[in-house]
Each structure stands twice: as C-alpha cells, then as structure tokens.
C-alpha cells in the first residue's frame, strides 16, 4: 500500500530553519504532484505548496513565500521541504500529501494520500 512518511520536524528558535523530508513508497513516485500542508493546534489543515512531477512547477501559499522551498528527488522518493526564517505562527503539524490531479491541487480533498505528520514548533 501507499505510504508516506514525513520526517524533519523538532523545535526550532525563531528565524531558525528545518527541513522536512517525507519518503514515499508503494506509489511510482515520478508521477505524483506532491504537497504540503500543515495544521495549527485548534485551526483547519491548510496548504503550504505543491510540485510537480518533474520539478518545474512549484506553487507556495502566502504566508511561506520566500521563506520555504519545496523540492523532490524522484531517484530517492522523496520529497522536501525547506523552511527558513520561521516565525511562531509557523508551529504546526506538517504533512505531506500525494495527488495524480494535473492541476494546481492547493485543497485537502485533490490529494490521494497523506502521511502521519510531523511537528513544527518554533518558540519565540
């Protein structure tokens, strides 16, 4: 079966930076958008960024323009995500999630799969 495991997560003091992997198997990984989301304590799970299948395209939410960049190494399975600058409202559960959909998935409901989650907290 699909399974997608996030790792990368800790606390981190802010202006700090983490990177998030997230590990794909049971799935030909190339033909995947893949994305992240992540979820505050007590908000909805919201979108971070996707990418596409061969890298080209990234698309990022406001609040992390600039400051993450999402990136895959379809030879590894994996994709990353960078995350500079953090500030404390970036504390939250991050997961990454696998959709087929050709185009811009930036909803829950567009991805196919989803992992486990891995926590962010950035202390001020």
């Known amino acids: 079966q699909v399974q997608l495991v996030e790792s990368g997560g800790g606390l981190v003091q802010a202006g700090g930076s983490l990177r998030l992997s997230c590990a794909a198997a049971g799935l030909t990984f190339s033909r995947y958008r893949m994305g992240w989301f992540r979820q505050a304590p007590g908000k909805e799970r919201e979108f971070v960024t996707t990418?596409?299948?061969?890298?080209?395209?990234?698309y990022y939410a406001d609040s992390v323009k600039g400051r993450f960049t999402i990136s895959r190494d379809n030879a590894k399975n994996t994709v990353y995500l960078q995350m500079n600058s953090l500030k404390p409202e970036d504390t939250a559960v991050y997961y990454c999630a696998a959709t087929r959909r050709a185009a811009l998935p930036t909803t829950l409901s567009e991805y196919d799969y989803w992992g486990q989650g891995t926590q962010v907290t950035v202390s001020s």
């Open positions: 990418i596409n299948w061969s890298t080209d395209t990234t």
